[in-house]
């Protein structure tokens, strides 16, 4: 749960770097991708990661989100839209919400939640999708960049194994 803006805005922007390190890797080709039939798709996967307003609605929070429901047929499309949002509403935490206003409470899935507990499950509900994301993109031949850690390539590209 964060306790400031200033916590949830420091930690998003680190966060929102490493999901638009992914995204900018997504080719328009790979979109199409899935683990299974019926899942979802890469493409859909992304765009699922641009902040849409969902979990954060019922705390008034009002930021520019897209009007689209589907996913684009362009990758770049898709982390254009996904940097502008998360912009839109790292402004708006800071702008419409003060560190007192973390405390106050909305109904989230009928329960009473803090607004910084709210910030907070939104955080890490983006982080779950992002480590769905990188499987997609080791399936669809794509290059993943390291997010808490190197990945393979990464430590190779270092003259070292990597640990497991």
Known sequence: MY???ESFVSEYEHERTLTLNLLTALTDASLSKEVAPGYR???????????????????????????????PASASEIALAYEKTSQSLIDAVKKQWTDAALQESATIYGQEWTKGFT??????????????LTILMRQAGLPVSGVYGPTKE???AMGMDSPG
């Open 154 to 156: 990464e430590w190779a």
């Open 119 to 132: 910030l907070a499950v939104f955080l890490k509900h983006e982080i779950h999708h992002r480590g769905q």
């Open 41 to 71: 798709t890469l493409g859909s996967l992304a765009w699922h990661l641009v902040p849409s307003g969902g979990i954060l609605s019922p705390t008034g929070l009002r930021f520019e989100t897209t009007a689209e429901q589907n996913a």
């Open 3 to 5: 306790q400031t803006i």
